[in-house]
């Protein structure tokens, strides 16, 4: 399976960076050996001293596709969940800065991590996402606010990349990322819904 993630697809989670809001989606990949295995903690890197969090909504793919139009976009999801895209922040400024990949900071192993899955449903409606670190609310957002909608993102990203059953798309995250440091708790939220919980090492 491939992990697909979509950078700065909130505009204000663009701002807090720096970042000019996108005119196409930024999109990334996480290698499958960057899945944190369910109920494993989180172990910091011994070569970063900046990891953020990043709650982000996920959908899986459900067969194959390739060129899908926005308007079937549907047919090719068929789940979602909640997701952490941790990422080591000093290392991708480093690597920004030079123009270079982010893959580094982005796709170390334990580095994507997955909540519990549920049926998306029939109809399009937004999804609210929600990551408490400590039992304090530190991100929140809506797939309402995406500037690139959940559709529009499939169609896409399936133009480069043949969408396979068993892929999963990070959509992005909102705004409110932040350091994570050993000890810290995380939990994950959809729709009010604990989705995901992992302890910080
Ligand atoms: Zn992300």
Redesign the pocket.
Known sequence: MKII?V?RNYRAHAEELGNAVPEVPVIFCKPDSALLPPRNPFVIPPWTQDVHH?I?WVVRISKVGKYIEPRFAHHYIDAMTVGL?F?ARDLQSELKSKGLPWERAKGFDGSAVLGTWSDLPETTQPHHIRLEKNGTTVQEGSTADFLTPIEDLIAFVSQYFTLKKGDVL?T??PAGVGPVAPGDRLEGFLNGESRLRVNIR
Do not use: A
């Open positions: 993630c950078g990043e982000e895209d990422t990070f992005g995250t």
